[in-house]
Nanobody
Framework: QVQLVESGGGLVQAGGSLRLSCAASGRTFNMYFMHWFRQAPGKERDFVAAISPSGANTVYADSLKGRFTISRDNAKNTVYLQMNSLKPEDTAVYYC????????????????WGQGTQVNVSS
């Protein structure tokens, strides 16, 4: 069982930056692919980024490459999402998710999800 808790969301101006954190429970964090998804009101949940268990490999949604960076600190059981040059269209609830498999490979929702953290980007 894995519990995930996101933090770091809030209100920022367009062009600003925000760093989201996701803290995971348990002693098997280093066995999981970690993912970030986001969902705006009335829209589908979209894949944002993922990172391999060791942190050696990362995957990003094409539209977000160069602005968002995913990283992890296995000693702290934490995954991060650094968001730069934020745009109003980045406004969404951001979710952390964990799975033994990589979403972009298996095309199924990750097994464990956090509660989400709200990110609002103003014009």
């Amino acid at each position: 069982q894995v519990q995930l808790v996101e933090s770091g969301g809030g209100l920022v101006q367009a062009g600003g930056s925000l760093r989201l954190s996701c803290a995971a429970s348990g002693r098997t964090f280093n066995m999981y692919f970690m993912h970030w998804f986001r969902q705006a009101p009335g829209k589908e949940r979209d894949f944002v980024a993922a990172i391999s268990p060791s942190g050696a490999n990362t995957v990003y949604a094409d539209s977000l490459k160069g602005r968002f960076t995913i990283s992890r600190d296995n000693a702290k059981n934490t995954v991060y999402l650094q968001m730069n040059s934020l745009k109003p269209e980045d406004t969404a609830v951001y979710y952390c998710a964990a799975d033994r498999a990589l979403f972009t490979v298996v095309s199924r929702p990750p097994h464990y999800w956090g509660q989400g953290t709200q990110v609002n980007v103003s014009s």
